[in-house]
């Protein structure tokens, strides 16, 4: 039997050695945006889950209205005035709009409560042991949305604040707010027709488009179109004939 000496796997020379090549740290730029901390991602997604949650009670508030025919309109406007938003004191944590027709003119300020449970005693609204200052803001906005048709028309234009609570929690009164209306979305188209037929759909119609002028809402004397006139060309108030009674 031949027996071969055992070879071996690698040469005897030495191999030259490998450089692997390593990945290179760079300085960290100053333009690259830092990441934000835990607190601050935090913050930012509870926002926006706040956000949504917002949007979502004002598209059910706006669904109870859909029925009310043509003579209503539906007015997004700017809550916020301008300097308070550019001093960044303006308040996103509500939702509202203009609703206008023949019963009036009415600032909705939509609370959402989810499923906590609400109780209401005067001007006091308490939810979850917190009480928000719910119907002094309503009352404001509409205060605010009065004082800016008044000075584009040039007469008094009354507007009702109307607080609407959107979710699905009990809802316990104890009292009334004075001077500030108070429903439920589900009940919000029946307390806009209860008023009954204060204005005349063509005057619903022309605040409608004034509501609609961004500079309406802005600081100083409203501009109307040229091809807009609150009365036909003419007249004044005067002329207006007296309601038949």
Not at 43 to 72: C, F, K, N, T, V
Not at 234 to 241: L, Y
Request: glycine share 8%; proline share 10%; with cysteine.
């Amino acid at each position: 039997m031949t027996v071969f000496p055992a070879r071996r796997a690698v040469p005897t020379r030495a191999l030259p050695p490998v450089t692997v090549p390593q990945p290179r740290k760079e300085a960290p730029s100053a333009l690259q945006p830092a990441r934000p901390s835990p607190l601050e991602w935090a913050r930012r997604r509870r926002a926006e889950r706040g956000a949504r949650r917002l949007e979502a009670a004002g598209a059910r508030a706006l669904g109870q209205l859909d029925h009310l025919g043509p003579s209503w309109h539906v007015i997004e406007w700017p809550r916020t005035d301008p300097t308070d938003a550019l001093l960044g004191r303006g308040q996103d944590d509500r939702a509202g709009f203009l609703a206008i027709g023949p019963s009036g003119l009415f600032a909705v300020t939509i609370a959402d409560h989810g499923r906590a449970r609400v109780l209401v005693a005067g001007d006091v609204v308490q939810i979850n042991g917190k009480r928000p200052p719910y119907v002094a803001e309503a009352r404001r906005d509409a205060k605010r949305a009065s004082k800016a048709l008044s000075e584009a028309v040039g007469l008094p234009i009354p507007v009702t604040p109307v607080l609407t609570f959107v979710g699905s929690g009990v809802i316990s009164v104890y009292g009334l707010p004075k001077d500030c209306l108070m429903a439920t979305h589900r009940e919000l188209d029946r307390l806009l027709v209860a008023g009954g037929n204060r204005i005349s759909p063509a005057t619903a119609e022309k605040l409608s488009r004034i509501a609609q002028q961004p500079q309406t809402w802005l600081n100083g004397a409203y501009r109307p179109a040229a091809d807009y006139r609150w009365y036909d060309e003419g007249r004044t108030a005067a002329d207006k004939p007296a309601a038949r009674r």
